[in-house]
């Protein structure tokens, strides 16, 4: 009997928030040997929002990258360096390494995680996929190269609602995976016919919209800032629903002076630098009895910190392999991602979308 994605989701062990901890004398010392052995070995980090300030700073200050999985892989491809450090969960080192495999694809850890990879087996997704031959599959950046290579697309939060509105004109019905708030959200954006994979992410799930009422209560001209990835009761509240580089957008570009923002505070960092002044204020999660399981912050992205990336340039350990015909598979859909991507970014420009 085939195990639905619900399921999967109850299996996953969500492993506890451990934060690196390190004083001035020990950041600075790893941050100079760290910078020292990538300039040796031709390195450049890119680094998602979630992951801790070290990072975050170590990326800008040698030449790296800040941002959303889009923007990681679009960077990571077009940098001339031979190696790419990749500090986020494992789906963002194997993306990086689909499109480039003359690369070296180091990762800080390969314990990182991500509770919708973990939702969305290939074998399991593959049999959906058996169900529904008339549908056009997209899945989101969050899966594994084994899931994207059965992929017609890729997406991330960015152009899901825009890619989604562009097949639907072409007549074409969906089949997506695999978080299902993200689909649900794009479904009613977009009116495509689609079904769904009912994956979640564990972080953005736990946003909770009774609570969240309350705060917009206390603080009423905020405006509040929602990744699509949360449950649809916290979206229906949102002033803007974004991925995480249109939430910093808007904290910036906005007139408001405070923020309630319902995604990982670790894109809080970015955040305070590029809107300096603003007050940003969490968005609540879990309510009473909330455990460390459910604060805002993903565990699986503070796995990366200075240390175990400084193993990996001293080691060569965690490297990202890929098995050559999934890769082969995997990077159509990606590709077709970036040249979307690259196509509307035209037409916004252009004043067409
Ligand atoms: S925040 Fe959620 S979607 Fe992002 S890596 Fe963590 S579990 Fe996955």
Redesign the pocket.
């Known amino acids: 009997m085939q195990v639905s994605a619900l399921e999967f989701m109850q299996r996953i062990s969500v492993p506890p928030i451990v934060e690196e901890q390190l004083d001035d004398a020990e950041r600075a010392a790893l941050k100079a040997g760290i910078k020292a052995l990538m300039k040796a070995q031709d390195a450049v980090l890119v680094a998602h929002y979630?992951t801790n300030a070290d990072l975050q700073d170590l990326a800008e200050e040698t030449g790296g990258k800040v941002s959303d999985s889009l923007e990681m892989a679009r960077f990571g491809h077009a940098h001339p360096a031979k190696t790419i450090i990749v500090a986020g969960?494992r789906f963002m080192g194997e993306t990086a390494k689909i499109l480039n495999p003359e690369k070296r694809v180091l990762m800080p850890t390969l314990e990182a995680e991500?509770?919708?990879d973990l939702s969305c087996p290939a074998k399991e997704f593959a049999e959906f996929c058996d169900q529904h031959p008339e549908r056009t599959v997209v899945v989101y950046s969050?899966t594994s190269a084994a899931v994207k290579a059965r992929a017609d697309w890729v997406v991330t939060s960015s152009i899901a609602v825009k890619l989604a509105k562009y097949l639907h004109a072409r007549g074409e019905k969906l089949l997506w995976a695999p978080d299902r708030h993200l689909g649900r959200y794009v479904q009613q954006e977009s009116g495509a016919d689609m079904v769904l994979w009912e994956g979640s992410?564990?972080?953005?799930e736990a946003f909770q919209a009774e609570a969240l009422v309350r705060l917009k209560k206390l603080h009423p001209d905020a405006a509040v800032l929602v990744h699509p990835?949360s449950p649809e009761d916290v979206i229906a509240l949102a002033d803007v629903v974004g991925s995480t580089t249109q939430i910093v957008e808007a904290a910036k570009n906005l007139p408001n002076r405070e923020f309630i923002v319902a995604t990982?505070n670790g894109i809080f960092h970015k955040m305070h630098e590029e809107a300096p002044g603003k007050v940003l204020i969490e968005a609540p999660t879990g309510g009473v009895g909330a455990t460390c399981l459910s604060c805002a912050h993903?565990p699986?992205?503070a796995m990366n910190g200075l240390r175990n990336l400084k193993h990996v340039l001293e080691t060569g350990a965690n490297e990202i392999h890929i098995d050559e015909e999934i890769r082969k598979k995997a990077v159509v859909p990606i590709e077709r991602m970036l040249d979307f991507a690259a196509m509307m970014k035209t037409q916004v420009s252009d004043g067409v979308d």
């Open positions: 979630y969960v991500c509770s919708l969050n992410c564990v972080v953005h990835e990982d993903c699986w992205m």
